[in-house]
């Protein structure tokens, strides 16, 4: 391992990150609840974010877990607030996204444990732009992709590289990094500079079991998931 989220998360990880957050409050049971009603709020701009985030989270404790506390409720909209990228937000309209969200049935939100983005949210997440931490994070991703096809003497295209680039955003849940921490160029660093494990390749944190330590890895980015209110 890198030390850094270790290798077993792009706008269009946003929900992905929601499907992983369903689960930590528990499984999917509410079947065809009624949809839970939010209190009317702002559509709008960062605002609006946030209060689609409050939506979202209603409806994820009413379908996941009814017994969720303020405590949980409360993670849930921070953790999604940036899922969203809420901070980035300028005049995005969340009207029909948050009316969606509101209509669907359980099962249609929440499909087998995880969450669905309705076609309405496409628009406004389409144009919200990264935030330096989750860009950062995708340096993260495209130096390990770059050492593991260093390592495997690998013959890549680009669009392989993209490929790879964007499942290691994934993985490493960079859709929830909220800052970038101190650790972050010697973690960069010490990855590039990692020697590669096994005699024919096998990069740091290797798919082929190998593994190497990268103590600043640990202090590259803070996860929204890794803190609590």
Do not use: H
């Amino acid at each position: 391992m890198t030390g850094f989220r270790g290798i077993d998360s792009s706008r269009g990880s946003r929900w992905l990150g929601l499907a992983l957050l369903t689960t930590w409050v528990g499984a999917c049971g509410g079947g065809g609840a009624t949809p839970a009603v939010v209190s009317a709020g702002p559509t709008t701009g960062q605002a609006g974010c946030v209060q689609l985030a409050k939506t979202f989270c209603a409806r994820s404790m009413q379908c996941n877990a009814p017994d969720a506390g303020a405590p949980q409720i409360a993670d849930c909209i921070r953790i999604n607030g940036v899922v969203f990228g809420c901070d980035q937000v300028t005049t995005q309209d969340f009207t029909s996204c948050a009316t969606d969200i509101q209509g669907l049935s359980c099962p249609g939100l929440f499909p087998d444990g995880g969450a669905v983005s309705p076609p309405s949210c496409d628009t406004p997440f389409s144009t919200i732009p990264l935030s330096a931490a989750k860009m950062k994070c995708g340096d993260l991703a495209e130096a390990y992709c770059e050492k593991i096809v260093t390592c495997e003497m690998l013959t890549v295209t680009n669009d392989d590289l993209a490929q790879c680039q964007s499942d290691i955003y994934d993985q490493l849940g960079c859709f929830l990094a909220s800052d970038v921490g101190a650790g972050f160029d010697q973690c960069v660093a010490g990855l590039k500079s990692a020697p590669c494990l096994n005699g024919d390749g096998g990069a740091a944190s290797s798919p082929d079991g190998g593994s190497t330590t990268i103590p600043a890895c640990d202090n590259a980015i803070t996860f929204a998931d890794e803190t609590t209110n």
